[in-house]
């Protein structure tokens, strides 16, 4: 871009500078590709997510905090690029979860949702921000269910937090396939760390949408054994 993002201020005529430098960096093949596998309400322009997490990067280190209160909804991009933003923040809890709040409030798709997965602010607040977690999985917003998934996947995937993970992933009963995505990704996670427990939350529905696609998805992997890929396919 040719703007300097490093800015220390953002005027209203400053950012609408930056949505337009931002339109002409569109390329329509990418864009293409993006909406086959992104199904988003915003408008796509089909920026890399390499660009834009160097755009995300840049406006960090200028005055992200005045970025932030001025990037609205305008396209999928400017979501994505708010959450690597986010990302570089140095926060307090109580304004990691606003921000958090604030940004998610913001998904609908898979990949906005999928951005936590670079809030490594998690890491200094692991007890402390499984109550924030905990209300995303309980919430009546499919959204902020994946994205209470993604954030156990990511950070909580540990001998201190397997089981309290499990426990909270076992108990979301949802139809929304994204949702269902996440709890299987997160069980085929847990799955070389805990054969046993995984093998018996396949058996305990054997017939549902998520034990089948785990069993699917584990036996993808390559690390699983023929015999592993066996137990598993008995139990459905």
Not at 89 to 104: N, Q, V
Not at 143 to 149: A, C, E, K
Not at 214 to 223: A, E, Y
Request: glycine letters at 4%.
């Amino acid at each position: 871009m040719l703007m300097d993002l490093k800015k220390l201020s953002w005027s209203n005529d400053d950012y609408q500078k930056f949505l337009m430098e931002l339109e002409s960096l569109s390329d329509q093949k990418y864009r293409e590709r993006a909406v086959k596998i992104v199904p988003t309400a915003y408008n796509v322009l089909g920026i890399s997510m390499g660009e834009l997490k160097k755009i995300g990067k840049e406006i960090s280190q200028g005055s992200p905090d005045a970025f932030m209160e001025m990037a609205g909804i305008e396209n999928y991009e400017v979501v994505i690029i708010q959450g690597f933003v986010l990302s570089n923040l140095k926060l307090s809890l109580p304004a990691f979860e606003d921000y958090c709040d604030a940004y998610l409030g913001k998904s609908n798709s898979w990949a906005t949702c999928d951005m936590v997965v670079h809030f490594k602010q998690v890491q200094k607040f692991l007890p402390e921000f499984m109550t924030k977690i905990k209300e995303y999985l309980n919430s009546d917003n499919p959204w902020l269910q994946r994205s209470g998934l993604v954030f156990l996947l990511k950070f909580y995937n540990t001998a201190e937090y397997r089981n309290e993970m499990l426990d909270l992933t076992t108990n979301i009963s949802s139809d929304d396939y994204y949702v269902q995505m996440a709890q299987t990704w997160l069980y085929a996670a847990v799955f070389p760390y805990d054969q046993d427990k995984i093998y018996q939350i396949i058996k305990h529905e054997p017939k549902s949408k998520v034990s089948k696609l785990t069993v699917r998805r584990i036996k993808s992997l390559r690390h699983t054994t023929n015999e592993e890929k066996d137990v598993l396919a008995s139990l459905l």
